[in-house]
RNA sequence: GACUCAGUAGCUCAGCUGGUAGAGCAACAGACUCUUAAUCUGUGGGUCCAGGGUUCGAUCCCCUGCUGGGUCACCA
């Protein structure tokens, strides 16, 4: 990288490095640095009777001020920050002052890494602070960190640019407050859901990712290309299935925690690759799995937050078990004032139709019914709710109802208006089962592109016999959303999908000296915009000779200026 | 994918009917021994997202593209 694609502020910490450098100083040392507090035990344990506390802390510079021969900087370690004192002859008893006039005031810079030993004390406008007597630099910050500053609960210069923000990750982080709290609540979540399965003698399990059939759910995949077997494979859309074959195989309960991919779109509720909990426990149906969940949930909501509520946007979402149980066609009679019960798919879908619904002759009945629902109903559940019995048609894994015809034991919990999970007393009848995939290619062959296809080894498997078994799904993503109150998805990833960075592509070097132009020429052309030789066609060789010799003096580069006909020259040859 | 809004200094943002740009913070030089959005004085810093077009002249107007936000569609 030339200097000159660096901005001012990125040269002046390059050549304070080197400066450190060679002072002996080294800016990024191997040795272990021994830390004996943190900003906030420090804060925490301080009481000013005790006699003096010394300590070590480490972390990075996030502010200073500066005054002659005192200064304060602000100190963010993993916890917190903790505010530093530092007089200059406190830092450097003796003669030389260097450490204090020209490492500390010149050559760090906000971002750097520094460890500090000290005692902690209070300063007269009531802080606790450590009075530095040793600076060890630990690590040199290359590029500039955006200020972030609060005061009385007011932000300024926020760093809120959501493209920086998910992009750099790792600025939001260290700037923003709140940022990794939140995932720090993600941890806490995802902890205490497996410490109930866990406790409850559930085993995790990883169930594979590349898959030859992507099945389980219905969605689009992603494709991926296996060379030493010559063949395209799926990352899986769902972990349902592998599942099931480990109860087949004689396992209590499974759950696996991970991430499925679904080649859909992305907005605030969406992101290709999202985390999934499934849960099959054998013996068991759809409303002890109901009991289940509403009581995990109310346990996470307390663990995360300390009490069963959440305000979520404008809403107070409360866990408190139990949830209500509403069947789906209730739930759209109630809402539309559409009764589906006996109602043929034609009829259905010209109900559909009357209220200006984007409906067309590849929906089935099941399908329609969930538009149905998707329109009238699901977003007036903000309080979680169990939405239950859905009909056969949209449900291809899940047992009919003991006694309901044609609906299937399944549930949907709503909460905040959107899905959160989906669960079954799965389908073991294996004839059954090979029926409703057949039924789903059907629908396949009408248009519907994201049936599910036939997994014969799972048909198998169900044969051998698997028990009575109830099955849950959960998006841990929406989870985390639901139980901190987030309203994007985006807010809950570490590093949500993006678009890839466009990156310029610039000729190499040799590309230009081929033309007959010097080396150190090359990042000086780049930098007045000309990326390509081809790009040096379209210039007009007299402002494109005025711009380099200008960069050239501008940036004190000491060259030989080319002249008018040298430039001239080049352009010729390409 | 459609519509819509936006992209200006490292960060947050101004910028008048079109005359090649400003502020605060950050940076640099200096003053200051308990400050805390430190303060004070001075200085430097810009491909105004990119490419075309209109114009004597474009950050500004028009077109195309890129990136992002919002809304909708798709997606349990």
């Known amino acids: ?53 010394e300590v070590s802390v480490a972390g990075r510079i996030m502010s200073r001020r500066i005054m002659g021969k005192a200064s304060f900087l602000e ?22 002052k260097d450490m204090y006039n020209v490492v500390f005031k010149k050559l760090l810079d906000i971002g750097d890494f520094v460890g500090i030993n000290g005692y902690v004390f209070r300063t007269q406008m009531g802080e606790i602070s450590v009075h530095a007597a040793k600076m060890t630099v630990l690590g040199k910050s290359l590029r500039p960190l955006p200020i972030v500053k609060y005061k009385d609960g007011v932000a300024y210069d ?52 590349l898959q030859s059939i992507a099945g389980g759910a219905t969605a689009r995949p992603f494709i991926t290309h296996f060379n030493a077997l010559d063949q395209d494979m799926y990352m899986r859309i769902a972990t349902e299935l592998y599942l099931k074959r480990l109860i087949v195989g004689g396992f209590e309960g499974v759950y696996e925690i991970g991430k499925n991919f679904r080649n859909e779109g992305m907005d605030r509720t969406h992101n290709p690759e999202f985390t999934c909990i499934e849960l099959y426990v054998q013996y068991k149906d759809y409303n002890w799995m109901m009991n289940f969940t509403e009581k995990m949930l109310e346990r996470i909501c307390i ?63 099941g399908k329609l019914i969930d538009e149905l629902f998707g329109e009238f109903a699901e977003g007036s559940y903000i309080q979680p709710t169990f939405i239950i019995d859905y009909p056969v048609e949209m449900s ?106 466009k990156v310029q592509t610039k000729d190499p070097v040799s590309k230009y000296t081929a033309l007959g132009i010097a080396e150190e020429w090359v990042p000086v052309i780049q930098k007045a915009g000309v990326l ?43």
């Open 75 to 96: 100190l963010q370690d993993s916890k917190g920050r903790i505010q530093v004192y530092i007089s200059r002859d406190d830092l450097c008893p003796d003669e030389n």
């Open 396 to 501: 291809p894994l899940t047992k009919m109802h003991r006694s309901k015809a044609g609906l299937t034991e399944r549930f949907e919990l709503m909460v905040n208006g959107k899905e959160l999970a989906n669960a079954y007393s799965e389908l073991n009848d294996p004839l059954d089962q090979e029926q409703r995939f057949v039924d789903q290619m059907k629908l396949a062959d009408k248009g519907d592109d994201e049936a599910m296809v036939i997994d014969q080894d799972f048909l198998r498997a169900l044969q051998y016999g698997m028990p009575p078994t109830s099955g849950i799904g959960m998006g841990i993503d929406r989870l985390v959303m639901v139980m901190t109150g987030e309203l994007a998805i985006q807010e809950v990833l570490l590093f949500p999908q993006m678009k890839p960075e």
């Open 158 to 209: 926020k760093f809120e640019d959501p493209e920086l923000r998910y992009r750099q990750r790792y600025v939001d982080l260290l700037v923003n407050d709140g940022i990794k709290e939140k995932f720090l609540k993600r941890a806490t979540i995802i902890r205490t859901l497996r410490s109930i399965l866990d406790e409850a003698g559930y085993t995790e399990v990883e169930t594979p990712i």
């Open 303 to 365: 663990a995360v937050n300390g009490k069963p509520e959440v305000k979520v946007g404008d809403n107070v979402i409360s866990y408190k078990a139990p949830f209500p149980r509403v069947p789906i066609l209730d739930a759209i009679k109630e809402k539309s004032g559409f009764d589906c019960e006996g109602k043929s798919e034609e009829e259905i879908r010209e109900f559909c139709k009357s209220k200006g619904m984007d409906v067309d002759e590849t929906m089935g009945r």
């Open 532 to 574: 390509t030789v081809e790009q040096m066609k379209e210039v007009n060789p007299n402002k494109f000779q005025q711009d380099i010799c200008g960069l050239n003096k501008k940036f004190n580069l000491g060259l030989s200026n080319p002249t008018k006909e040298e430039v001239a020259e080049w352009i010729s040859k390409i």
């Open 1 to 53: 990288m030339s200097l000159l694609d660096l901005s001012e502020q990125e040269i002046l910490r390059r050549e304070s490095l080197k400066e450190m450098q060679a002072m002996g100083i080294d800016p990024y040392p191997a040795a272990e640095y021994v830390v004996t507090d943190y900003s906030t035990n420090i804060k925490s344990e301080f009481s000013d009777d005790a006699p003096r506390k």
